[in-house]
């Protein structure tokens, strides 16, 4: 079952602040977090685990509401360096799921000066 | 130390045709996933292999398949190519107790 990521794009002025959500309509073991600049491969951001706490890198952090089986990536103060392609990849336990990343569709980033 | 490798990089071949790309994990790793990326697609996944038992499989037709040798080297073919599996194909390793994924540059692949 692929995620749900919104939204699909969003661009913003160095500085600004977004917020990229994503949401499985499945009971989740873990979400992580990459990011995938133009033709290069994806680099992994952070991920969180179920009953685990929000984590953070650098102006980069984000949350996991098992209640909504939902994640959001929280990024402030965006650099330049920021621009690139967002994916969240879930994970499940059981089922015959375990060890399987699916990712979604990605939400695109561009930081302007 | 030396990160994912796949092999070729480009390949254009024609409908009808097969094809076969190669992933090497970073040394120590045992687990190697396959992934699909097409524009608006995101990445589809394909199948993961561990210690060269397929533990996973995507929603994909039967043309594509997979392996994964004992130095765990892994490769995937797709057969009876058709134009719609032109695309960046991905592979991923990750370590036993780890959890992120390493992936590779990818093997971009266009069917003509």
């Known amino acids: 079952q692929q995620p749900v990521q919104s939204p699909q794009a969003v661009i913003l002025r160095e500085g600004e602040d977004a917020v990229i959500n994503c949401s499985s309509s499945?009971?989740?073991?873990?979400v992580h977090w990459y990011r995938q600049k133009h033709g290069e491969a994806p680099v992994f951001l952070m991920i969180?685990?179920?009953?685990?706490e929000q984590k953070g890198h650098e102006k980069i952090s984000a949350s996991f509401n098992e209640k909504k089986q939902q994640s959001s990536l929280y990024l402030t103060a965006s650099q330049l360096s920021y621009s690139g392609t967002y994916f969240c990849?879930?994970?499940?336990?059981?089922?015959?799921?375990?060890?399987?990343?699916?990712f979604g569709k990605g939400t695109l980033l561009t930081v302007n000066p | 130390k030396a990160g994912v490798t796949q092999t070729p990089r480009y390949l254009i071949k024609t409908r009808g045709q097969q094809v076969t790309l190669s992933c090497s994990p970073i040394s120590g790793h045992r687990s190697v996933s396959w992934y699909q990326q097409t524009p608006g697609q995101g990445l589809q996944f394909l199948f993961e292999?561990?210690?060269?038992?397929?533990?996973n499989k995507g929603n994909f037709p039967g043309r594509f398949s997979g392996r994964q040798f004992s130095n765990s080297r892994s490769e995937m073919n797709v057969s009876t190519l058709e134009l719609g599996d032109s695309a960046l194909y991905l592979c991923a390793s990750r370590s036993d107790y780890g959890v992120e994924a390493f992936f590779g540059q990818g093997t971009r692949l266009t069917v003509v």
């Open positions: 990849g879930t994970e499940m336990r059981g089922g015959g799921s375990n060890y399987k990343l699916t």
């Open positions: 969180l685990l179920k009953g685990g």
């Open positions: 499945k009971a989740l073991y873990s």
């Open positions: 292999y561990f210690s060269e038992t397929q533990r």
